[in-house]
């Protein structure tokens, strides 16, 4: 029983073995065929890969278009794209130069007292003809409905028979001049000439209360600035030239301070001969600029140096039109003393009588 099982066993793996030797023999003759479409194919692939941009005319004139399309579509989107990055990132900068976030990275310098500067006595004495208009917190103006008489417009009007020469008296809540001056170092060889422009316009206001001068000597280093706030000529002597060009800083800290200011007309005068350190201080002095003109304060810009695309380019971003680019610190005395006759005049033209 055991052998008849034994035998029935092998028959059975005999056979199995013989079945399975037959159906890999088919395989074989079949897999010969597949294997030359899989050969043929795969030439093919090769052939392919080796010249893939070998077109017919008309598809490789399809594939240039293409090409093109897609390369003007991808530069429009990069520019966007880049447009839109750079929107992003003045936004921040700007917000991050409001005053709390500033204020911290700005000192006010203590100065020493020295010996006053000489002036230019022929300016001075131009300057305080014009400002005496402007007196005792009234202000005077030559019409023909006041009760006083103007000496030197009387004696016109006797000599040409023309003009008026009555003073009309009227309420006047005083001037202000802020000069926000740069201190960095490539001013060292006109600090002279700054400092003897400063005592000139000191000079020219010396018995007028009710006009005031303020000066701002600016300079930094290592992202802080520094200010030097002069309100007498014994400190003017102290103004020097070093460091570097906070523009945005320093602009903000004289924003800050006008805009405490109370007088009826506020005039602002940037001086500087160099570009900022950073260059999105411009965008953050346009819009400390743009600011304060809303709120009725003149602001003008005096850029000291070659009249260049680029310098006009960057002063006409922070101040559009007002401004003016001076070949030397000569023009620049000249420049300040007319700008400002003609905002007093100006103002005197626009007051809102009472």
């Not at 429009?76 to 500033?102: M, P, R, Y």
């Not at 002063?315 to 070949?327: A, G, Q, R, S, T």
């Amino acid at each position: 029983m055991t052998t008849s099982l034994q035998k029935t066993l092998e028959d059975v793996v005999n056979e199995k073995i013989e079945e399975e030797g037959e159906d890999k023999s088919k395989e074989k003759d079949g897999g010969t065929k597949e294997e030359k479409v899989a050969e043929a194919k795969k030439s093919k692939l090769l052939s392919d890969f080796k010249n893939p941009f070998e077109l017919d005319d008309k598809s490789k004139s399809s594939f240039e278009d293409t090409r093109e399309r897609l390369k003007k579509s991808g530069k429009k989107e990069i520019s966007s794209i880049e447009k839109e990055l750079e929107k992003i990132s003045k936004k921040k900068v700007i917000q991050k130069a409001n005053w709390n976030n500033i204020q911290s990275h700005i000192t006010v310098n203590d100065h020493k007292h020295t010996d006053l500067i000489e002036f230019n006595k022929t300016t001075s004495r131009k300057l305080k003809s014009t400002f005496k208009k402007i007196q005792g917190g009234r202000m005077s103006e030559v019409d023909s409905t006041g009760e006083d008489i103007d000496v030197e417009a009387y004696i016109d009007f006797k000599i040409n028979k023309i003009g008026k020469f009555l003073i009309n008296t009227k309420k006047f809540s005083g001037f202000d001049i802020i000069l926000a001056i740069d201190e960095s170092s490539s001013m060292g060889d006109h600090m002279d000439t700054v400092k003897r422009m400063c005592a000139t316009l000191y000079d020219s206001i010396s018995d007028l209360p009710h006009v005031r001068l303020t000066i701002m000597g600016w300079n930094g280093t290592a992202g802080h600035c520094y200010i030097k706030k002069i309100t007498k000529p014994t400190q003017i002597g102290s103004l020097e030239a070093f460091g570097e060009t906070p523009l945005a800083m320093a602009i903000g800290y004289a924003k800050h301070e006008i805009e405490k200011m109370t007088s009826q007309r506020r005039l602002f005068f940037l001086i500087t001969d160099g570009h900022p350190n950073e260059h999105g201080d411009i965008a953050i002095a346009r819009k400390a600029i743009k600011q304060m003109h809303h709120k009725g304060i003149s602001c003008n810009g005096i850029y000291v140096g070659d009249n260049t695309a680029e310098n006009t380019s960057q002063m006409k971003e922070i101040f559009l039109d007002n401004f003016v680019i001076c070949e030397n610190f000569d023009y620049v005395d000249t420049y300040l003393m007319d700008k400002i006759s003609k905002q007093i005049i100006r103002s005197i033209k626009k007051v809102n009588f009472n």
